[in-house]
């Protein structure tokens, strides 16, 4: 008796740790600081067509975050999908980029393909806002 509700304890405690280890880095913002402030110019959404029913819904929500949000700033950018399930040469580039465990992700490049910031799994305006407002836009060339 007293093992299996050790185990069951243990077992939570395990549970707790790993959901905290995880938030903690969905929700961190990874960047480079550089004295030179780079731009933004290629927003990466990573994606994939099958999935738990979780993941799906994190997915579709980050899509709509992302979208609503890039229609609501004043710069002209837009993103490009890249599902991991059919473009797997593309997403395997991404991944050596930053590793990331939760989808969706959301990656930041500057002009030279570099990753500026990131964000993964939980999609919030708020984090977008702040990758968005701490680097500047390199909008497209006129006849792009």
């Known amino acids: 008796m007293k093992t299996s509700r050790f185990n069951k304890v243990l077992m939570l405690s395990l549970v707790l740790v790993a959901l905290v280890a995880s938030t903690t880095s969905v929700f961190s913002v990874e960047s480079e600081k550089s004295n030179t402030s780079p731009g933004i110019k290629e927003i990466v959404f ?60 959301i990656m930041f490049l500057d002009d030279e393909g570099k990753l500026l910031a990131k964000l993964d799994a939980f999609i919030t305006e708020e984090k977008l806002l702040e990758i968005i407002n701490k680097y500047k836009i390199i909008e497209p060339e006129s006849g792009d």
């Open 46 to 105: 990573i994606t994939k067509t099958k999935a738990c029913a979780c993941t799906m819904k994190r997915i579709k929500d980050g899509e709509h975050i992302l979208r609503k949000t890039l229609n609501n700033i004043d710069k002209k950018i837009s993103y490009t999908t890249v599902n991991t399930q059919t473009d797997v040469v593309r997403a395997a580039k991404l991944r050596k980029l930053a590793n990331y465990n939760f989808l969706p992700v």
